[in-house]
């Protein structure tokens, strides 16, 4: 069982930048391959990023790809997700997730945090 928290979610102009962070409990974090997620509303929860257990292979959804880092420190039980250049299409509850396997659907995620607002106004 992991449990997991987001925070660093806010308010941002365009262009800005902002590090999302959550933190997960347990002993076994580096087990599990980690992912984030964003809903939009009106839409559906959308893919936007992974990374493997020692954090030695990364995965991004082409719409922020070269814009956003995601990262890991195992010793701390942390995943990050470093936005840069955002738009307010990147507006979102954004989600992070836990997986024993190196997925990319949200169907493969065993463990959901609860969600950080992230908005980006023009």
């Known amino acids: 069982q992991v449990q997991l928290v987001e925070s660093g979610g806010g308010w941002v102009q365009a262009g800005g930048s902002l590090r999302l962070s959550c933190a997960a409990s347990?002993?076994?974090?580096?087990?599990?391959?980690m992912g984030w997620f964003r809903q939009a509303p009106g839409k559906e929860r959308e893919f936007v990023a992974a990374?493997?257990?020692?954090?030695?292979?990364?995965y991004y959804a082409d719409s922020v790809k070269g814009r956003f880092t995601i990262s890991r420190d195992n010793a701390k039980n942390t995943v990050y997700l470093q936005m840069n250049s955002l738009k307010p299409e990147d507006t979102a509850v954004y989600y992070c997730?836990?997986?024993?396997?190196?997925?990319?659907?949200?169907?493969?995620?065993?463990?959901w945090g609860q969600g950080t607002q992230v908005t980006v106004s023009s």
């Open positions: 990374i493997s257990w020692s954090g030695g292979s990364t």
């Open positions: 347990g002993r076994t974090f580096s087990s599990y391959c």
């Open positions: 997730a836990a997986t024993s396997l190196y997925a990319i659907t949200e169907y493969e995620y065993d463990f």
